[in-house]
């Protein structure tokens, strides 16, 4: 035995009849199966490069390369009773190693793809238990050392961001010993404490339930149809139309008040088809050195700053392709107004959600600013600057 192990290292030879452990296949195997199995070095099967394994689960045999060998643990040895496997395979009989034994002498080299049915199920029997029969009630199995404990809980992925536990009772480190609320201003903490008070609905079917999202869709549509972001016509039979829907979002004020309900028709740009409904998609965006460089200087020089935020800009930018959308959800026509048969939206201007929008609006704004004698920096495409008497203008575009 001494000289098998000292010749291990370069011959290769394994100890027979030790406990080794197979990599299991990784092609139908999921996050919760076992990357390896407990095993029996067997030897080595005539014809392949591999090692013939016992498994000790399945009682299954079985030919494996990945393998990592425990040579000095030995589970059906007798002598080995203080080992760490003593508790496993303590109630194996000697039948079942007599048909282990009948198992390798046979000369098939395969892998067996079934389990063989034993008669009596392997269990482990605690000696507490009285084995007389002269009671036919049933009585309770003490759990054994060799039990399965229970899977921890763990907090959901969604709710790592969040204090989800405030309370002291069970545990060690309360957050209430270290976070608290008493050094945040009135209004930033009746905001946060605002937050979640407004319910989002997250389909139309809820949304028209709340007289107040039904505003908040009625104001949009009209802003849609003010800016004359489309036509009602009927679909061409060689052109396909993209969907559409509704995201809602609620409106805070700073110190957590209600400022409205905001609607929004979003394209289902995912639909689109390049070379068909799109081309070019690039935008340009502000750079971050530009924005503090502007501030320096307007600093340095006490120049006066305004921030300028337009309703609905967005949808002020022309759209070159022709693209055809779904009705909205919930649109009704108006009062004297005939809808064609197999009705859509031919967009007039870009929306929300499409490929190109970002792009679009860039383009407005640019050539709405180089006509007001604005000119465009070669360093930031984003910064726009016009020089007067005494006066120099800059613009920025630092959203989109």
Known sequence: MKFLLQRNQNTGLRVFGCLCYSSTSSKNRHKFQPRAKACIFLGYPS?????????LETKSIHISRNV?????????SSGDSAGPFSDIFGSINESLIEND???????????VSEAPILSEPLTVVNDSVNDSHEDSAPKSVPTTSTSRSKRESKQP??????????SRKGV????SDYMSYDQLSTPYRAYICSVTKFSEPSSFFQAKKSDDWIKAMNAELQALEGTATWEICSLPSNKKAIGCKWVYKV????????????ARLVAKGY????????????????????????????????????QLDISNAFLNRDLYEEIYMNLAPGYTPKEGE?????????????????????RQWFLKFRSTLLSLGFQQSHADHTLFVKKQQWQVHCCSCLCR
């Open 68 to 76: 990592v060998f425990h040579e000095t643990r030995f589970p059906f």
């Open 157 to 166: 992925a969604h709710l790592k961001d969040y204090f989800c536990n405030l």
């Open 47 to 55: 014809g392949y490069k591999g090692y013939k394994l016992l498994d």
């Open 251 to 262: 409106k805070l004020n700073v110190d957590g008040t209600l400022e409205r309900y905001k």
């Open 101 to 111: 034994t009948e198992i390798v002498d046979s000369n098939i080299p395969v892998v």
């Open 172 to 175: 060690q480190y309360p957050l």
């Open 271 to 306: 639909t689109q088809q390049e070379g068909v409904d799109f081309e070019d998609t690039f935008s340009p965006v502000a750079k971050m050195t530009t924005v503090k460089t502007l501030l320096a200087v307007a600093a340095a020089k006490k120049w006066s700053l305004h």
């Open 338 to 358: 005939e809808i064609p048969p197999n009705a859509v939206c031919k967009l007039k201007k870009s929306l929300y959600g499409l490929k190109q929008d970002s």
